[in-house]
C-alpha cells in the first residue's frame, strides 16, 4: 500500500473522531508487515486526561489483531502544517518498530514523511 492511500484510510478513520470538547479531529491508519490496515482516530472523555489519540488507536487496532511489526503510519488532521504524532505516540509506536515510515498529512494536500528515528531518535528502551 502507498503513502497515499494509507493517508486515504486515515482520513476516514478521521470521519469517526470524538473530539466534541477540543474541536480537533484526527485520523491516523497503519500499515502491518503483512500489508493489512489499521485504522484509529482519537477519542475524548469528559475527563479529559483520559483521551486518547488517534494514533495509539490505530497501532491498538493493530496489536489487538495479531500484528507485531507495524511498517508505516500516517496521520492526518484539518492543519496548514502536517500534523506531528504527540510524544506519547512516538514512543507506543517505537515499541512496534523504531524505524517505521510516518507519513503526515494536513488539509489542502500537504503532506511530510519522516522515518520514526528521526522523529524520536532516543526513544525510551530497557536495554
Ligand atoms: N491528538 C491526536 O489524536 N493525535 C495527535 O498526534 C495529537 C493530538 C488529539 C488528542 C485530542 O483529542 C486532540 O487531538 C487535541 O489535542
Do not use: H, W
Request: glycine share 8%; hydrophobic share 45%.
Amino acid at each position: 500500500m502507498n503513502s497515499e492511500r494509507l493517508i486515504k484510510e486515515a482520513e476516514e478513520a478521521r470521519q469517526n473522531a470524538y473530539a466534541p470538547y477540543s474541536g480537533f479531529s484526527v485520523g491516523a491508519a497503519v500499515l502491518a508487515e503483512d500489508g493489512s490496515c489499521y485504522r484509529g482516530c482519537n477519542v475524548e472523555n469528559a475527563s479529559y486526561g483520559l483521551t486518547v489519540c488517534a494514533e495509539r488507536n490505530a497501532l491498538f487496532q493493530a496489536i489487538a489483531a495479531g500484528a507485531r511489526t507495524i511498517t508505516a503510519l500516517a496521520v492526518v488532521a484539518d492543519t496548514a502544517e502536517p500534523v506531528v504524532p504527540c510524544g506519547a505516540c512516538l514512543q507506543v509506536m517505537a515499541e512496534f518498530n523504531p524505524t517505521m515510515t510516518v507519513i503526515m498529512a494536513g488539509s489542502g494536500g500537504v503532506r511530510s514523511e519522516r522515518n520514526l528515528q528521526e522523529l524520536l531518535p532516543l526513544a525510551f528502551k530497557k536495554t
